[in-house]
């Protein structure tokens, strides 16, 4: 029987609200309890604090110089004849410096490589919230690119490229092109179905104020519009209540107001929110475990959004996209052919259209609810009589 496929547990959040703090000491608590558990971050320094420390956690650091390297190297190996063939030299391990968008990879190939059956759990210190959503939106965007760029049902006169090849003495250079892009395309399809599997779900680390409201609303958006959501917001560094110091007590009565705020938002959206104290100095981990309880977080992943069929006493299908947090001033919606590019809160996404609404026209679109909704009506000139 195959081994059941890990739970992936991602943070992020404020940056300085102690996200990897806090993804440390889950992913140390899940493995006392038990779970074997792997803990990738890109923070050296809590990676050696909890390497060894705790029975069954595994600690990555990831390294982007390595990866990449790795990366490079590979590509440069398997297009050899290619590059000789193009009088290219050939670049040493040395000579090599990472790029930028080196970070976000290098991560993505660490979240795929951990579902290889040897942990139940991969604990993911994400970076902070805008970053972070652009890396989960990655594969899928790079998928995208790629079939567009290198269309598989176009590849032109395929018969002939082995015959071309043999005469030539070389791979052909489209052929070579084309084996390149389905061999990538399978390796972000593994990486996006890491991010799209159910079991996959993101924690909010914030700090109750102002900045925190708005880090949170920025996340409910960008996730949402990648049929994701937080599973769980965590409220960290809450200051002691019902002190007698009118400083410190000022300060807590004006983060329990935005405490207040942030569990209304919670609530509203079915979202578990966990309160973690103020050590008043930096958790010394593994001793202090300021975690949340990992089983607690369940995401589903897939297509954000839903079809209704109104034709029969309306007239029209109605699209609707949950947006929580979005406003009118950052939204907007283009139709571009079969598909439907949607900005919200700064952030993109191009989604296919269904089959029967490729055969209609958006008549109207409205944001309301916290859901983006847009009204198709039937193409005459395309819509079966």
Sequence with gaps: MPAARARTLLFTGSGGAGRTAVAAATAAAAARAGTRTLLLT????????????????????????????????????????????????????????PLPGAEALALLRAMRAAHDGTWELAVVDLPPVREAVALLALPGQLRRYLARLLPADRQAARALRPVLAQLAGVPMPTE?????????????????????????????????????????????????????????????RLLPTGTADPFL?????????????????????GTALYELPHLGREPRLPEEALAVPHEAAAAAGGDPWTVEDRLGDQGYFLWSLPLPGATKDGLDLVRRGDELVVDAGGFRRILPLPSALRRCAVDGAALREGALRVRFTPDPGLWPR
């Design 42 to 97: 890109f923070d050296r320094d809590a990676a050696a604090a909890l390497a060894g420390a705790v029975p069954g956690l595994g600690v990555a650091s990831v390294d982007p110089g390595a990866a990449f390297e790795d990366a490079l190297l590979d590509l440069q190996s398997r297009g050899g004849t290619l590059l000789t063939l193009l009088g290219a030299a050939p670049l040493d391990p040395e000579e090599l410096t």
């Design 176 to 236: 070579w092109a084309y084996e390149a892009a389905a061999r990538a395309d399978r390796e972000l399809a593994a990486v996006q179905a890491v991010v799209e599997d159910p079991g996959t779900s993101v924690a909010v680390v914030v700090e109750p104020g102002t900045h925190g409201a708005g880090v949170l609303r920025t996340a409910r958006t960008g996730l949402a519009l990648h049929g994701l959501g937080p599973a769980a917001v965590v409220a960290n």
């Design 249 to 269: 007590g000022g300060l807590s009565g004006i983060q329990q107001d935005h405490l207040k705020a942030l569990a209304e938002v919670c609530a509203a959206d």
